[in-house]
Structure formats: structure tokens, C-alpha cells
């Protein structure tokens, strides 16, 4: 899982950039909102030891986020993308009074019954998860920013995963303190935030018909991602 797979058949004339962004668009489908997991874990339907097991693997990505992001601004010579992108790490690691999204998902945990020391701990980090994570990370690292950047757009998608936990978690899991669903709420309007600018640089960089086939596969790549994050999840607490 080091680079997305090419795919055979390229197109021969650039897309329009609304064209584009439909084709990206499109790869919803393939969003683990989709997921089997994702489908019982948001119709009400996994036990509360399946809901820690996901709570805890997702922090693992969770905090890999800021890493992340910072690789992608080491690599970006931009002055002007940095001082936009650098939003994105204090979004989840928290700047002053603003604890952060990190905070936010431990104190998911602290509601579904993963303390704060098992969390950090990461003992209950399954190794499937941790290749997927890491993976991605790497990719970062050593891809051009742009394609950096052009990883990131699976926000395109997020908004509705969140929206549906909002809906359904307290009646389906009215076990759950409610504060604890914070993330879920604070993600909403950061993610339509950091789609715009995502969009735009991905929509001006990828311009050729090679380099808008490329940004397809990276985002599947990513969509990958966030599959094998959940497969590992599902094996290891059963649907």
C-alpha cells in the first residue's frame, strides 16, 4: 500500500474542471460510509465492545492527522498554502483555549468507555490498522504536496458520516454521554472549510489528462485507506 495502483484506461483530453470535480466527486461510492462496519455501526446495530474497538483503532488515525499534514507542509513551498494549511494541525492538536480534535476523540472514548491511559496507550491498535495509517503517512512524506493536498479531499465525503452519527447515535446508543459526540459536531463545518481549499488547489495543479488520472488514483488511495482501516475492524470485533 505504498502508491495508488495506475489504472489502465486514461482519457486523452483534459476534463473541464467541473468535470473534474464530478469525477472525483464520484468516487463517493467507495467511501466507508458504504462500509458494512460503518453501516452497522451507524444503524444502531454494534455492541458496545465493537463501538470501543472501532473508537480505539480510529485514534490512531485520529493522531496521525497533524503528522500528516505537517509532512505535507514540509514539502510546500508555498507560502501562502502553508499559512492556510496550517490551520489543519491546530484544528486536531489544538491551539489555546481550543483543545483540539485529538481531545475530542479521547473524550469520545472517556464516553464509550475507553479510558483516557487506554487510548494513549494505543494497545488496542490493531496491526492492520497501524500498516494502513502509517501508509498513508509515508505517502505524504514523499509525495509532491499537491498530491498531498489531493489525499486529503475524502473530506469531499465526511460531512454526511458525521451528520449521520449526530442523527442516530443517541437513540440507537443512549449509553453514550452525549458530549462526547463534540467531534462529530466540530468536524462538519471544518471539513466543508478545508474542501474549498483542497478543491482549489487540486483543480489548478492536475491539469493534463495524465495528471487528472493521477489525482483519481491518489483519492482512491486514500478511500483505500479508510477501507483497510475498517476490514481490520470488523475482523477483529465481528459483525
Known sequence: MNAPLKL??????????NEFESRLRALESRYHIHHPFNRMLNGGRCSPAQIRGWVANRFYYQINIPLKDAAILSNCPDRATRRRWIQRLTDHDGQGENEGGIEAWVRLG???????DT?????????GVRFAVDAYV??????????????????????QIHLDRLAGWPSHYPWIEPQGLQYFRSRVPLAQRDVEHGLEVTLSHFRTPAEQQRAVEILQFKLDILWSILDA???AWPI
Open 233 to 235: 475492524v470488523e475482523k
Open 119 to 127: 487510548m494513549w496507550s494505543q494497545r488496542l491498535v490493531l496491526p
Open 8 to 17: 489502465e484506461n486514461t482519457h486523452e483530453i483534459s476534463w473541464t474542471a
Open 138 to 159: 509515508n505517502f505524504a512524506r514523499r509525495a509532491p504536496w499537491q498530491e498531498g493536498v489531493c489525499s486529503s479531499l475524502t473530506e469531499m465525503f465526511a460531512p
Open 110 to 116: 472517556d464516553a464509550v468507555g475507553v479510558d483516557r
